[in-house]
Structures are given as C-alpha cells and as structure tokens.
C-alpha cells in the first residue's frame, strides 16, 4: 500500500523512527496520541471515557484503528466519523490507537 505524507507528517514519522533508535517510544506515542486524541473529547469525554457518545478508551490495541479504517471506507457508522477518520493518516491513527488504549 502506498501512503502520501505532508512534509509535516512525514518529518513527524521521522521523529518517530529517531524515537524508536533512542528509546522512550512509549513517552513519544504518549504525547502524539495524546495531542491528536484531544479532538476526540469533545464527542467521547476527557480521556475517551464518556459521558458522550462511545467509550473509546482502554480497547485492546488495534481495535480503534480498525473502527476508524471501517468509518473510513464508509462501512460503519452514520458519517460523522468518517469526516473525522479522513482526517488522520494511517500512522496517525495507529498512534491515536496506541494512546487510546492506555486509558483506563
Ligand atoms: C463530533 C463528535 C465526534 C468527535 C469529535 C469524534 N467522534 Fe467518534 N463517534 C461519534 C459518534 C456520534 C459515534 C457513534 C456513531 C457512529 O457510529 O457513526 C462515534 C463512534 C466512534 C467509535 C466507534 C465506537 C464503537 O464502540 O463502535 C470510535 C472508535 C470513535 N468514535 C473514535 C473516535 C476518535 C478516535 C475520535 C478522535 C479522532 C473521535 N471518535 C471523534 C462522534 C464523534
């Protein structure tokens, strides 16, 4: 599969593979998913956790990602996450997934 990046996400992607060389990779998935997971919580609550609509925090790794891929192509849902699934690229939702996951 061929992915497009902006320049911005692709330098992103770079301070992630440079992270992975250094070390703390959680901390960098903590504070990316984390920024980009703020969008969420206007709709699922502070952290994912309601009140709102879906409880979106503490799934098993992968589960997120996979929902946002289905809202994506149009196979799940009423629209509104689709608009919001396209705005992200895969990593982004990957990490978004990630961080998400560690929510309690
Ligand atoms: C404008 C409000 C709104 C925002 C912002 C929003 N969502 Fe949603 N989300 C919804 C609604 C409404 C549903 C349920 C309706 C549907 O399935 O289309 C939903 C459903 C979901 C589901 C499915 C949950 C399940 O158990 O089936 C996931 C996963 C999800 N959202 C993740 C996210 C993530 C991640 C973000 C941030 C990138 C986000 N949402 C931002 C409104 C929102």
Known sequence: MKTRLKPATAAAATALTLAFAAGPLHAQV???GRLLASNCFQCHGTNGKGP???DIAGKSVGEIAKKLKE????KEGNG?????ANGYTDEQLVLLDKWLSTQR
């Open 71 to 74: 809202f994506r192509a149009g």
């Open 80 to 84: 509104i996450m689709a608009k919001h």
């Open 30 to 32: 903590g504070a990316t």
């Open 52 to 54: 709102g609509f879906d």
